[in-house]
């Protein structure tokens, strides 16, 4: 079965860096575009980057351009957020997603938390 499993939250001071992973399994990852969305307390979910399938294009919410890289590994099979310059905003659970054979699956969610 298909399995997301996000890893590389914690607590950060505000312009620090921590850089998020997710290891797929279940299904052929190099096939398959790939998202990190967030969940701040008392929000919706909002999306923060996708990547394709071959990592060739990557498309950033307007706040977070600039300071988050996402990134893949089809031979590891595992997408990367790398996160810089944090704020206390980017607080939220990041979660990873993929949508497969017209089903989405979400990861178990990695809690960020940008604080001094």
């Known amino acids: 079965q298909v399995q997301l499993v996000e890893s590389g939250g914690g607590l950060v001071q505000p312009g620090g860096s921590l850089r998020l992973s997710c290891v797929a399994s279940?299904?052929?990852?190099?096939?398959?575009?790939m998202t990190w969305y967030r969940q701040a307390p008392g929000k919706e979910r909002e999306l923060v980057a996708t990547?394709?399938?071959?990592?060739?294009?990557?498309n950033y919410a307007d706040s977070v351009k600039g300071r988050f890289t996402i990134s893949r590994d089809n031979a590891k099979n595992t997408v990367y957020l790398q996160m810089n310059s944090l704020k206390p905003g980017d607080t939220a659970v990041y979660y990873c997603?993929?949508?497969?054979?017209?089903?989405?699956?979400w990861g178990q969610g990695t809690q960020v938390t940008v604080s001094s």
């Open positions: 997603y993929s949508y497969i054979g017209r089903k989405g699956y």
């Open positions: 279940g299904f052929i990852f190099r096939n398959y575009p």
């Open positions: 990547i394709t399938s071959a990592g060739l294009t990557t």
